[in-house]
């Protein structure tokens, strides 16, 4: 197994067909490269304010980590963000040299687009996509939150409003019905989509949903793991490789080399 504390990162600021892309790579050679998207409620991050979470990701797995800087809302309401992810997945694929493989991950509202560009991809057949990595996603629009959401948000963050606004932000929907791929879990079918590993926050109220969309994964024949972390809340991936930490990139990366390096 990888030890997620030694390597040396290197990490270069690039463009993909014209989608802003971090690159970052390890002293261990790997066969899988993780295109990642990250959180911020569809609206707000940068390459800057991840670059915690890919170093640790690319230590912990040794794949190449490409972190996107996708457009945000609500410059760039859906499907922008979703446009650039799978751009970026498209033109890796089409580069990619034989024996290596793709994963797509992201953490928050990044891990909902991940899914769903996961999802987009497997339609179009564009790219074969070898694995999801769903850190604490936020998943299910707001019409569907669990009551056990609001029980944890009394005290931990985010709050129903924030995830509302989220949604409502990025998605700008008039009428009747939510766009195809902008909320993975109502998606007709999910069969066929890469396995999944879904990190779980104990204190996340988001962690419910999900919960749920790694069961819907399951019943549609999907390899889908799930790993919850006793006391830790949303966003604990953000933090140095350290305790809890440490151990959950562990875990991630044995999920990846279990894979095949």
């Not at 009747?176 to 791929?181: R, S, V």
């Not at 104990?202 to 969309?213: G, K, R, T």
């Amino acid at each position: 197994m990888i030890d997620t504390m030694s390597q040396t990162i290197r990490s270069e600021d690039e463009s993909i067909g014209g989608v802003p892309v971090r690159q970052y790579s390890a002293d261990e050679p790997s066969t899988w490269t993780m295109v990642f998207v990250h959180g911020g409620g569809f609206s707000w991050g940068t390459l800057d304010d991840y670059d915690q979470i890919a170093r640790n990701l690319c230590n912990a797995t040794g794949a190449d980590i490409l972190s996107v800087g996708y457009r945000l809302a609500p410059e760039h309401p859906f499907p922008a963000g979703l446009d650039d992810i799978c751009a970026v997945v498209r033109d890796v694929a089409a580069q990619m040299p034989a024996g290596r493989k793709i994963a797509l991950g992201g953490d928050s509202a990044g891990a909902c687009l991940a899914a769903g560009a996961a999802q987009r991809l497997r339609d179009e057949g564009s790219a074969e996509i070898d694995g999801q990595l769903l850190i604490y996603p936020m998943i299910e629009f707001h019409d569907r939150t669990p009551a056990a959401f609001h029980t944890l948000s009394d005290r931990f963050h985010p709050s129903f409003d924030a995830v509302r606004s989220a949604w409502d932000t990025y998605l700008q929907v008039r009428g009747d019905g939510l766009p195809a791929y902008a909320v993975p879990t109502r998606t007709p079918s999910l069969i066929g989509l890469p396995p999944a590993l879904t990190i779980l926050a104990e204190n996340d109220p988001l962690c419910f949903e999900a919960m749920a969309y790694a069961e819907q994964l399951l019943s549609a024949g999907v390899p889908s793991k799930v790993i919850s972390y006793e006391g830790t809340a949303h966003g604990f991936l953000n933090e140095p490789p350290r305790g809890i930490v440490a151990k959950a990139l562990a875990d991630i990366g044995a999920w990846f080399e279990a894979r095949g390096r």
